[in-house]
């Protein structure tokens, strides 16, 4: 799909399911090679949009608490639409964060208002309920650029 194609949420969480079984590989990028939940939201960046807006510096697992910064939410605020959190739908990028007070860490893409695909350490991609684990640690959401109905 070019850059200039409508992208359609349904467009957005086929390709996000087409990653399923792909396994977590940190700071990969490669459907059914290896990914991490940013690296699942970028290749579907490419895949729909076109080339990536920016590449991201390497980064360690614990690199949201050694830097103390909302690193990940800064660059989600850049190249997506910010949204209502109490009103994403599919096809819309989800943050989460783990700990209170700890800088958000996470990322999946919903599938529907219940679940979402998102990679995982020591997993591999799935599809997953939101459930009240995963619900209470969304911090926002987001829309892909140029999303249509």
């Known amino acids: 799909m070019s850059a ?35 690296g699942l939201v970028r290749g579907v960046w490419r895949a729909l949009i076109g080339p990536e807006p920016e590449t991201p510096p390497p980064y360690s697992p614990d690199w949201a608490e050694a830097l103390g910064a909302e690193t990940l939410a800064l660059a989600a605020h850049r190249h997506f639409a910010a949204i209502d959190v109490r009103a994403f739908r599919e096809g819309d990028v989800l943050l989460f964060r783990f700990r209170d007070h700890a800088p958000a860490k996470h990322l999946g893409i919903a599938t529907s208002a219940t679940h979402m695909v998102h990679a995982h350490g020591g997993a591999c991609v799935a599809e997953a309920p ?11 959401a987001f829309e892909f650029p140029g999303v249509a109905d």
């Open 4 to 38: 200039k194609e409508i992208v359609t949420r349904g467009a957005i969480v086929e390709e996000a399911r087409r990653w399923i079984g792909t396994p977590y590989r940190h700071q990969a990028s490669l459907i059914h090679v290896g990914c991490d939940c940013l």
């Open 130 to 140: 939101i459930g009240s684990h995963w619900r209470k640690r969304i911090v926002a």
